[in-house]
């Protein structure tokens, strides 16, 4: 397969090929591509070198693929130009999860909605895709009719900037800012912008990307999310309603038995789910299982998943490896 990673040098993009290394994706050819000031630059790949090129570059060398992670404008605008070639794009900005046209894929939820036509897929946000992924099991089984969730997001998902405002924080060092406030010893409830309905479009991400995940508008959900001062990942407090009665025992092996779940639930000896152990993992760690006394028919639980990993490069990768499996990536054609 010939690979392009657009977005090659930032921390998805960079976490795209350690994650291809990491799980053998048949790369046959890799193409990473960065704007116009990082064109030239050497980047390494499975003991190789590489040179980062330009969207133009990259698109007459017609890959099949396309992990895009470049932000919602250069989306826009340069995941057609690669659908045009025949290059499948799965792209990790905001800009086509909403699109009608356009497929929002978690695989462990519902990658049976992909075709051969899909030359656009859209990769969920990553707070969404670590709590759908548990919210799959549980609503095929007992039908969920409310998701009330509160996130503890890492500053890995604002990027680099925030990363280095928090280290430098650390280090009582001045430096540029990615957050109007401190970060460290701090927690802003405030992600991403805030919309004329009070919630943030992080929220809104959570309540719409989920119902279109699911197939299901009838869930309701509501969300806050909340910037942390952590790294390894972000972290999820879900109340979630059911429309059938549960057994939590039931539940937790549901969950265990579940793709790309680890169930870390023994609190009698201090066993739960944490960031420092979700970091560079797969898989979403889910925990705190219990139910909830003040309302029948309801579970708490607790979700965490590293958001540059599932959250992002993994989630993407795992939707090629579909492709590929299914033999839905198809060469690219002339242009
Ligand atoms: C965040 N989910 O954590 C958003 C985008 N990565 O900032």
């Not at 826009?76 to 905001?94: H, K, R």
């Not at 970060?183 to 004329?196: W, Y």
């Not at 958001?307 to 002339?334: C, D, F, P």
């Amino acid at each position: 397969m010939k690979v392009a990673v657009v977005g090659a040098t930032g921390l998805v993009g960079t976490k795209m090929l350690q994650v291809l290394a990491e799980r053998n994706f048949p790369v046959t050819e890799l193409i990473p591509v960065a704007s116009e000031k990082s064109i030239g630059k050497e980047i390494t790949y499975k003991g190789k070198q590489y040179k980062v090129v330009s969207v133009a570059d990259a698109i007459s060398m017609k890959p099949d693929v396309a992990l895009f992670s470049a932000g919602g404008s250069a989306s826009l605008e340069q995941a057609p130009l690669f659908a045009a070639a025949g290059t499948t794009v799965i792209d990790n900005s905001s800009a086509w999860r909403m699109d009608p046209t356009k497929k929002l894929v978690v695989p462990e939820v519902n990658a049976d909605v992909l075709t051969a036509e899909d030359k656009i897929i859209a990769n969920p946000n990553c707070s969404t895709i670590q709590m759908v992924v548990a919210l799959k099991p549980l609503h095929d089984k007992y039908k969920i009719k409310r998701v009330v969730v509160s996130t503890y997001q890492s500053v890995t998902g604002t990027g680099v900037k925030a990363v280095d405002q928090l280290m430098n924080e650390r280090k009582g060092i001045d430096g540029p800012k990615a957050y109007p406030y401190t970060i460290d010893l701090n927690v802003l409830p405030h992600i991403d912008v805030f919309t004329e309905n009070g919630y943030t479009k992080e929220e809104m991400k959570m309540v719409k990307e989920t119902n279109k995940i699911m197939g299901d508008d009838s869930i309701k959900v509501t969300a806050t999310t909340v910037r942390i001062p952590v790294m390894g990942g972000h972290s999820e407090s879900v109340n979630i309603e059911f429309l059938h009665e549960f057994d939590l025992a039931e539940v937790r092996s549901l969950l265990e038995n579940s793709p790309g779940i680890i169930v870390v639930d023994d609190v009698a000896n201090l066993k739960y789910p944490m960031p420092l152990d979700a970091h560079d993992k797969d898989e979403v760690f889910i925990g705190r299982l219990r139910r909830d006394e003040s309302q029948e028919k309801t579970l708490n639980c607790w979700i965490v998943a590293d958001n540059l990993r599932k959250g992002a490069a993994t989630n993407a990768i795992q939707i090629a490896e579909y492709l590929v499996e299914k033999h839905l990536i198809g060469q690219a054609v002339e242009a």
